[in-house]
């Protein structure tokens, strides 16, 4: 693919143009050009226009003109309105990346004017921009120092990429400082063109690059920024370290602004991204995952020969939220022959001031084997019976056999210096206090966790449900043609009994009378609520009234709610108030279910405890929909009324599939009904018995018009089952079509393994060698907003076997897709191709793509004539004499080959 290399000249340039004004020797330009020469940047270097400097002399030039040979990068340091017209000379000469560290808000009112006209010069020319208001960036392996930081940092394989100029500068110097090594510093500054996402993509194909840290302000598009970290997230582990933290969810109500951090916090964890709170975590974090340290869980087991340092470590822990291991039987008495008279099996294990290394090692051994222990932390303070260096010697020796990770904590200075390097030399993490080091396992714990739920490609709705189209859709249309904002109980129940989930039966009295019927209808004790369509009941119930168990009560309380309502709304339309039987469930837990409508992220889920509770505790979990049983498991258990499901005393465990059910139905409703502003089932009854929507308030937002893509205003793009097609080929053989999922990898490689050398060769454009496993898992983890892959499947002696795919990925320009095509050797000439082309051709054109483009081998004639006959232009290479490039317009109507392909 194309994608990867589009700014390859951008991190890799053989030749860099300072273009700045100002004669200051303290100047920003002069700073760059000053950094490049120090850096020892192996490439030409020139300065545009820098008057009076006698240091740039022998390497100035009056205008980018007047450079002979190509210029790779210019860097722009120059007055705001001077810069369309620099712009515009870069595209003259040919430069096709630019890093502007110009600060174009400067420019007073006519800023976004004057930030469009760049961007259209700049677009119109063919010109890349980086900035503005960028530090610029670093490739330390090659000596670009390409920013006015006052910094040099060493090669390594850490990329840094950043909104903040300051920040990246602070994190450069912070590097520098620990001996850090950097592959990569971007600073994105105002990203009126390059974003994160075209970064990215290309360090996940950067060799140079094993870790990718991020420090993020702010999101502007939240799908395409969820869509960048996902795919990169996939390949590389990316660490992440925001600004602003917005604290805990605060309050009852549903406000998104009461949500803002733990929304942000929720879409990256199902990016399988880990975000770290501080600078120094962001790299030990990285330094962990760097030497191999992999909890298999989240709990951890401490070990240590004295009870302050063992406190201190087990406090951390707990406020961290990091749960210590509970052991076995089976180990603890294993460990009492160990361990001083009197210990009860709880953690941290205290080996004693008396311990010696083999009580360490023995001890570590036995942690090792109990399936409740997912890390263990060694710790040790430089008492005479443990020569620290001989601990850490045995560390090394036996950490490689072992079923767990180790992490360690060596406290001291000088008596432990050589241990520690012992310990760093083997690849095991070891630090000198111990919240530097529990800090480090709850990060890393998280981070496989991440990797878990990045992993989960729920669909927009679960088999058996409600589907677009089907009962529930028209039911919110019509609200919407009438312009409603506020549902009434009624109409709220309706609507979530037609997505499946159970709700009590409400009846609507117009006067008191009927009120009382009503009420003996649905069956004593009942409760009512002011019913009124322009009106949105307060959160605290004071337009509610329960248990009533009595007529004249019934009455008495009409009258109240009717007058209540018509007094805080004298204009509103009060219709009565809805009656329903108040459920009596002895047994049952309170919950809250709610959908809130987030101003970045959009859709958002919220789980905790419902009822007078949920107004007192504020428990709340937050998640993105889509959800799939995986993803709605770990909502229950992120939030802590989850410990209240269990058997309990008199009370028996709860039915969690119900409670699934309802969290996945609601996930379904936020994907289908975009309308929805916020949604709270408050409280949901659960027991034994299953589940119950006992009140439930809808918002929706009329206004609100869903356009061509179904899914646009979800941040995680939901897997698009309604793909899926079987086709009958000539032949008789039914082939099924269907997007590709993370777990078709296996199936991915056994279609890669088999095709001919040529065919190998074609696809992959070079010679036909073997595929990594991280391509196959690229080809296979797929974002369906940026990109999408169909494969064509058979099913053989009841085994599932691919025989071709198609797929495509956007490009940076945001309007073109490259494309690639594949059939198994046995299937060409079948018609196979052809159909996978248009099929994906389709797929495209409705994601909303003005052009389709591919490199296609000058000698491969087969493909050649498939892409005529399916209207592709078929043109030069612009760089490769041996390739030719096809390109298919796709705000076009489709050309009778596709349509004839799709037939």
């Not at 592709?872 to 096809?886: C, D, G, I, N, W």
């Amino acid at each position: 693919m194309q994608a990867s290399h589009q700014l390859a000249r951008l991190f890799e340039p053989e030749s860099v143009a300072v273009i700045g004004a100002s004669p200051r020797p303290d100047s920003t330009a002069h700073f760059v050009f000053a950094n490049l020469i120090a850096g020892g940047y192996a490439g030409r270097v020139w300065a545009v226009n820098p008057k009076h400097d006698e240091v740039l002399q022998h390497r100035c030039v009056a205008s980018l003109e007047a450079i002979d040979g190509r210029i790779d990068l210019a860097i722009i340091a120059t007055a705001p309105r001077s810069v369309p017209g620099i712009v515009e000379q870069c595209a003259r000469a040919g430069v096709r990346q630019a890093v502007l560290l110009s600060d174009l808000a400067t420019a007073g009112s006519g800023a976004e004017l004057l930030r469009q006209r760049v961007l259209d010069v700049a677009r119109s020319g063919g010109v890349r921009l980086l900035g503005g208001k960028s530090l610029g960036l670093m490739r330390p392996s090659i000596g670009l120092n390409a920013t006015f930081a006052d910094v040099q940092v060493q090669p390594g394989d850490l990329a840094l990429v950043t909104q903040s100029g300051a920040m990246c500068a602070a994190v450069l110097d912070w590097a520098a400082m620990n001996r850090i090594g950097v592959s990569a510093a971007v600073n994105l500054g105002a990203a009126i063109d390059i974003d994160f996402g075209e970064v990215l993509d290309y360090l996940v194909h950067d060799d140079r690059t094993r870790f990718v840290l991020l420090h993020v302000e702010r999101v502007r598009q939240a799908r395409r920024f969820l869509s960048a970290l996902r795919s990169a997230a996939r390949v590389k582990p990316v660490l992440l370290l925001k600004s602003g933290s917005d604290g805990e969810p605060q309050g009852a109500t549903l406000d998104p602004r009461n949500y803002g951090d733990a929304v942000f916090d929720a879409a990256v964890r199902r990016a399988g991204v880990v975000r770290v709170r501080g600078i120094s975590q962001l790299f030990h974090a990285a330094k962990g995952l760097a030497a191999g340290f992999r909890p298999r869980g989240s709990q951890l087991a401490i070990v240590c020969n004295g009870t302050g340092p063992g406190a201190m470590a087990a406090d951390c822990a707990h406020a961290l939220g990091v749960p210590l291991a509970r052991l076995t039987s089976d180990t603890v008495q294993a460990l009492r022959a160990l361990l001083p008279h009197g210990w009860d099996g709880s953690m941290p294990i205290d080996l004693g001031g008396d311990a010696t290394p083999e009580r360490y090692l023995e001890c570590i051994r036995a942690l090792a084997q109990d399936a409740h222990v997912h890390a263990t932390l060694v710790m040790l303070s430089p008492l005479a019976p443990a020569p620290a260096q001989q601990v850490a010697h045995g560390i090394a020796d036996i950490a490689r056999g072992l079923p767990t990770t180790l992490c360690c904590c060596f406290m001291g200075g000088e008596r432990v210096a050589e241990a520690r390097r012992i310990l760093d030399d083997a690849g095991i993490p070891v630090f000198r206090s111990p919240d530097t080091v529990i800090e480090l396992f709850c990060d890393i714990s998280r981070y496989f966790v991440n990797q878990k739920l990045l992993l989960q490609v729920p669909g927009a709705t679960r088999t058996g449900a409600p589907a677009a189209g089907a009962r529930p859709r028209p039911l919110i249309e019509a609200l919407v043609a009438e312009r409603r904002s506020v549902l009434s109980a009624m109409e709220s129940r309706a609507l979530l009994g037609a997505w499946g989930v159970p709700v009590s039966p409400v009846l609507v009295a117009h006067d008191a009378t009927e009120a009382m019927f009503a009420a003996e209808r649905v069956g004593w004790p009942v409760c009512l609520r002011v019913e009124a369509p322009d009106l949105l009941p307060p959160a605290d119930g004071t337009w509610t009234r329960q248990p009533l168990g009595g007529a004249e009560a019934v009455r008495e309380a009409f009258g109240q709610l009717v007058q209540a309502a018509r007094a805080a709304r004298p204009d509103a339309r009060v219709r009565g108030v809805a009656i329903e039987a108040c459920a009596t469930r002895p047994h049952a837990r309170e919950l809250m279910v709610g959908l809130l409508r987030d101003p970045t992220f959009g859709p958002v889920l919220v789980f905790g405890a419902g009822g007078r509770s949920g107004q007192i505790d504020r428990d709340r979990a937050v998640a993105l929909p889509p959800l799939n049983a995986y993803l709605a498991r770990d909502l229950i258990a992120s939030a802590a009324v989850s410990r209240t499901l269990d058997a309990f005393g008199h009370l028996p465990a709860a039915d969690r599939a119900a409670l699934e059910a309802v969290l996945l139905a609601v996930s379904d409703m936020a994907c289908e009904l975009p309308w929805i502003r916020e949604l709270q089932i408050d409280p949901l009854l659960l027991d034994e018995q299953g589940a119950l929507a006992a009140d439930v308030r809808m918002v929706i937002d009329p206004t609100i018009n869903p356009g061509s893509d179904r899914y646009a205003h979800m941040a995680i793009h939901p897997y698009p089952g309604h793909l899926r097609r079987q086709w009958a080929m000539p032949d008789g053989s039914v082939v099924t079509v269907r997007p590709v999922r993370p777990e078709d990898a296996v199936l991915e490689r056994a279609f890669i393994d088999s095709l001919s050398p040529e065919a190998r060769r074609m696809r992959f454009m070079g010679p036909a060698g073997e595929v990594p496993p991280s391509v196959v898992a690229r080809m296979t983890q797929i974002d369906y907003d940026r990109e999408m892959a169909l494969l064509a499947t058979l099913v053989d002696g009841g085994v599932e076997r691919q025989v071709g795919s198609a797929r495509y990925a956007r490009l940076p320009d945001g309007h073109s897709v490259e494309f690639a095509l594949a059939v198994a050797d046995a299937w060409q000439r079948r018609g196979l191709g052809r159909r996978l082309m248009a099929a994906i051709i389709d797929c495209a054109r409705v994601g909303g793509a003005r052009a389709m483009v591919g490199d296609v081998y000058a000698d491969n004639a087969r493909m050649l004539g498939l892409m005529k006959a399916l209207g592709f232009s078929v043109l030069p290479h612009p760089e490769e004499a041996t390739l030719k490039r096809v390109v298919l317009a796709l705000d076009e109507p489709a050309g009778q080959g596709a349509a004839a392909a799709r037939a």
